[in-house]
């Protein structure tokens, strides 16, 4: 959580620093090979200090899993509840997602590249909300497509939704501005998930 500085402005935490400092060392070199004082020089502390905040680095892997899929969740949430029909409950959740993978980068890549490294409870958790990500995504797919059987839509989702985390490993080298490759994303994701099939 943020404190307020003197002048009144945001400030973040050191545990927020500490875990924003891993996700960008654990994406640019991987879990195995980002050490503790890497991280706690990164996030402006000594390593020895990451440990008032974490428990080790398996807790900050495991805690920027469980924080990155809760936000997302609770966002898709949102949007169901608020959508007016099930095709814009599909189109806001495509541009959610497009957003969220272009702001966050480096924290889709190690939810998705980072799994292996979970402690078994972290992976637990990991498969729990990837199970309701995927079911809140093939409601709406269902009622636009009766055709499809829960499994065929929940493969579609999860093939449209791999469309647009691929990008997340090389979102500074693709070459687009970022409007341009937010709108082809959202036009990609969209297709593959209302194709008709054969």
């Given at each position: ?50 440990y ?36 814009e ?28 490294n979970?402690?078994?409870a972290g ?67 969209l ?8």
């Amino acid at each position: 959580m943020a404190k307020a500085s003197p002048a009144g402005v945001e400030q973040p935490h050191r545990r927020d620093l500490i875990l924003e400092a891993a996700i960008e060392l654990f994406r640019a070199k991987g879990f195995d090979a980002t050490g503790i004082d890497e991280i706690g020089a990164a996030a402006g502390v000594t390593g020895p200090a990451v440990y008032r905040h974490y428990a080790s680095k398996q807790d900050i892997l495991d805690w920027a899993v469980r924080v990155g899929t809760d936000e997302v969740l609770l966002t898709e949430r949102e949007i169901l509840e608020s959508a007016r029909s099930p095709a814009e409950a599909l189109s806001l959740l495509v541009a959610e997602l497009v957003e969220q993978v272009l702001d966050r980068p480096a924290l889709v890549t190690v939810l998705l590249r980072e799994r292996r490294n979970l402690s078994a409870a972290g992976k637990r958790n990991w498969s729990r909300a990837l199970g309701a990500f995927t079911a809140e995504w093939v409601m709406p797919l269902r009622e636009l497509r009766p055709d499809m059987s829960k499994t065929e839509a929940e493969v579609t989702v999860n093939c449209a939704i791999g469309i647009v985390t691929s990008i997340a490993s090389r979102t500074d080298a693709v070459g687009l501005s970022r409007k341009m490759l937010a709108s082809r994303l959202r036009g990609m994701m969209l297709a593959a998930l209302l194709a008709s099939p054969g």
